[in-house]
């Protein structure tokens, strides 16, 4: 057996302990696993390297203003096309004895809520003229409003037992209360009769909702029951026959707005309202915003290839545009006054490697 000397001059054997462990602990693992390396992790894909050149910057600004201010100025002009009549109601149609007391007033079932408002067309108003309430201060988009509902329920009648979201509007009399919810029970309840030169306007109602909140949101087999028939009343009334797929201020009222101030469409007058005709509005003030401080508007609007009147998207159109023009001139006068040489893309490294690796 051969024998190794130590540097202390101890002998030992190369099959010994001391030997056997210095050799295994030196070896590599065998279970070790290596890291795998794909194109994905070194980024080395295809991709686009774009060299900002002061030709491409330039162009790229003149391009984004040449397009951008035209389409500015036709949304302006789309804009102001549209004829806007908007009317405050719910200070104007208090009782003078009771302006001290609006919360009063408003709660009470003694006091007449009609209100007469009068106001003059100023351009010719084409069919069809929508009508719109407006709320200021009502935050529809509070959590706990947002959730009390039951889609479910709304859905099928087959979930009419689905509550468990809806408290504190949930039940009555161990009975489910359909349409259940918060955002059910405060239904918008003012209405609006128009008339112009003695002559009644109808207010159609058909087709003011989403066509896809109609056919998947609300079942055409879902009937109002034990809505507002007991407590506290909240808002609007349910005709109890009609399926709430085809109860379309319901529906309208129930997409809930993100805002604190919004409109919601209330119906559309299918008729030309000439300029200069004094529209004679019978409002039923029934609504009540005056415990929380909140605000009625009635609204009455055209419409162009924009939607209504909106100023915002055109001067964002003309502002970003004008941006990109003032940045172009000011480039391409740089670039004249003041040039700089380029370097040589030649020596970019994916140039040189397209697989990103440098040598």
């Not at 003694?110 to 084409?126: A, D, G, I, L, S």
């Not at 128009?194 to 058909?206: A, G, H, I």
């Not at 009609?242 to 319901?250: A, C, H, T, V």
């Not at 200069?276 to 509005?281: G, K, R």
Request: proline content about 6%.
């Amino acid at each position: 057996m051969m024998m190794m000397m130590n540097p202390d001059g101890a002998s030992s054997s190369g099959s010994g302990k001391d030997g056997a462990s210095h050799s295994s602990s030196s070896a590599p693992k065998k279970n070790s696993k290596k890291p795998i390396y794909s194109r994905f992790s070194q980024q080395e894909l295809p991709a686009c390297k774009p060299i900002l050149t002061p030709g491409w910057v330039i162009s790229t600004f003149l391009a984004v203003g040449i397009l951008f201010i035209p389409i500015g100025l036709a949304s302006l002009f789309a804009s102001e096309r549209v004829v806007e009549i908007m009317e405050r109601y719910d200070h104007d149609c208090i009782p003078s004895n009771y302006t001290k007391n609006l919360l009063g007033y408003i709660q009470s079932t003694e006091t007449n809520k009609t209100c007469v408002k009068k106001f003059t067309v100023p351009k010719q108003m084409k069919s069809p003229v929508f009508i719109y309430y407006q709320l200021d201060n009502f935050y529809q988009n509070h959590r706990r409003y947002v959730k009390s509902r039951s889609d479910k329920q709304l859905r099928s009648k087959a979930f009419e037992d689905k509550t468990e979201s809806c408290k504190p509007e949930d039940t009555t009399n161990k009975s489910p209360i359909v349409p259940c919810g918060l955002i059910a029970w405060s239904l918008f309840n003012d209405t609006y009769r128009f008339s112009v030169k003695d002559s009644e306007l109808n207010v159609t109602k058909k087709d003011i909702a989403w066509k896809s909140d109609q056919e998947h949101k609300f079942g055409s087999d879902v009937y109002p029951k034990n809505f507002q028939s007991s407590g506290l009343i909240g808002g609007a009334k349910l005709n109890a026959s009609i399926p709430l797929s085809q109860q379309e201020d319901l529906i309208v009222w129930m997409r809930t707005a993100a805002l604190p101030t919004f409109r919601k469409l209330y119906g559309k007058i299918e008729v030309d309202l000439e300029a200069d005709d004094e529209v004679t509005v019978v409002i039923e003030n029934n609504y009540n915003t005056y415990s929380f401080g909140g605000k009625k508007r009635l609204v009455l609007s055209t419409t162009s290839w924009i939607g209504g009147k909106n100023d915002f998207l055109g001067i964002a159109y003309i502002t970003v545009g004008g941006i990109c023009l003032f940045l172009a001139i000011a480039f391409i006068l740089l670039y004249v006054i003041n040039p700089r040489p380029l370097g040589d893309p030649s020596y970019l490294s994916w140039n040189k490697n397209p697989a990103g690796q440098m040598k």
